[in-house]
């Protein structure tokens, strides 16, 4: 059983703004979100072993996820100085990227088959393999949410989760879900 007042604590001990369960039952695999990974529109696209086109595809994806039935979103709500702070944007997003890693190494004694789903791909390793060798970390890999064809904005308000934290603010969304 699944305490969620627990595993939110967990994530917020672990460095998140927020937290909140998360119902599997409402994802929706998007072949539209799935399509804006592209290398005109991502500059990850074909660069990594977690972003298209290596990453599995919806099918695999929706097969992949029948198995869990419950879940936990995070997110990092980083405070910008205004609109166009580079600084703020990168240093949320690496707090995101650290954070999730934390969380990732407190759930997996509990939830050995968790599959996590973070932002922006995989970032286990500071230059990826791919394409001249296997994954270093296959069982360490982070697919997007967005790779998953998962609309993020949608994840949260189906969730009761903000998305927009207001002006000046950056939100980065990751998941886990259990077992």
């Not at 998140?16 to 998360?22: D, I, N, Q, R």
């Not at 240093?91 to 999730?100: I, L, R, Y």
């Amino acid at each position: 059983m699944v305490n969620y007042d627990e595993l939110i604590s967990l994530a917020k001990s672990c460095g998140f703004t927020e937290s909140s369960p998360l119902d599997v039952s409402r994802l929706e695999f998007l072949q539209s979100v799935r399509d804006m990974c592209n290398s005109e529109q991502c500059p990850r696209y074909g660069k990594t072993w977690s972003c298209p086109p290596e990453a599995p595809s919806l099918d695999e994806m929706r097969e992949k996820v029948k198995r869990y039935t419950r879940g936990i979103l995070v997110q990092t709500v980083g405070q910008l100085e205004d609109s166009y702070d580079w600084d703020g944007i990168q240093d949320a997003a690496k707090s995101q990227s650290a954070n999730f890693g934390k969380l990732w190494d407190a759930l997996d004694p509990r939830y050995p088959r968790l599959f996590p789903m973070g932002t922006g791909g995989c970032s286990k390793c500071e230059k990826c393999t791919y394409p001249d060798e296997p994954c270093r970390f296959p069982d360490r890999m982070a697919y997007s949410m967005e790779a998953c064809g998962l609309y993020v904005s949608k994840v949260c308000t189906d969730n009761g989760a903000k998305y927009n934290n207001g002006p000046n603010t950056i939100t980065y969304t990751g998941c886990f879900l259990l077992e």
